[in-house]
């Protein structure tokens, strides 16, 4: 996780990186003391799902920190290039084995000073059998009056959870 980061040098020709304020309302830039190459530090997207299956909703006990031992929902970053549906679909088949068709759009979540903007959406269970696979310790199906929320790992999957508990009444 690069959030804490600090860079240093340009990525393009080496040179020193400075702050530097380019527009009054924006945040200071990380600009190349060389090239002027400016070094945006962008969001990184995350695409999760809500994997309906029988009634119950999947979560994941993550194997990996932060927040190893907590549950999420099966989800990753998207890669650059890749439709934000896609990565949804691809992150959920390594991670707990389903093939998933998602049907709608949840709702982004972003909070201040947070890397992620995390996109969530509702899908089904096509096929496949469900695993603790890449970065999981185990896999769980868990009823909406059920959901472990003292032991969720992330405020988005918090908040996702809520609203679709709630869109659900
Ligand atoms: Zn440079």
Redesign the pocket.
């Known amino acids: 996780m690069y959030q804490d980061v600090i860079f240093r040098f340009?990525p393009?020709?080496g040179?020193d990186l400075g702050h530097l304020t380019l527009k009054e309302k924006e945040p200071q830039r990380l600009v190349?003391s060389?090239?002027d190459?400016v070094f945006y530090l962008d969001p990184k997207v995350v695409a999760c799902s809500i994997v309906e299956m029988d009634g119950r909703i999947v979560l994941l006990k993550r194997d990996i920190e932060p927040q190893r031992g907590k549950w999420v929902l099966p989800g990753g970053y998207v890669d650059r290039g890749e439709e934000v549906t896609a990565a949804a679909i691809r992150e959920t088949e390594e991670e707990c084995g389903l093939l998933t068709h998602i049907n709608k759009l949840l709702g982004v979540y972003s909070y201040p000073g947070q890397m992620a903007v995390v996109v969530v959406y509702i899908a089904e269970c096509l096929s496949g059998n469900l695993v603790a696979a890449d970065e999981s310790q185990e896999a769980g199906l868990y009823c909406k009056k059920d959901v472990p929320w003292e032991q969720l790992a992330f405020r988005s999957t918090a908040d996702a959870l809520r609203d679709y508990i709630k869109q659900g009444k």
């Open positions: 340009c393009v020709c040179g190349c060389r090239c190459f």
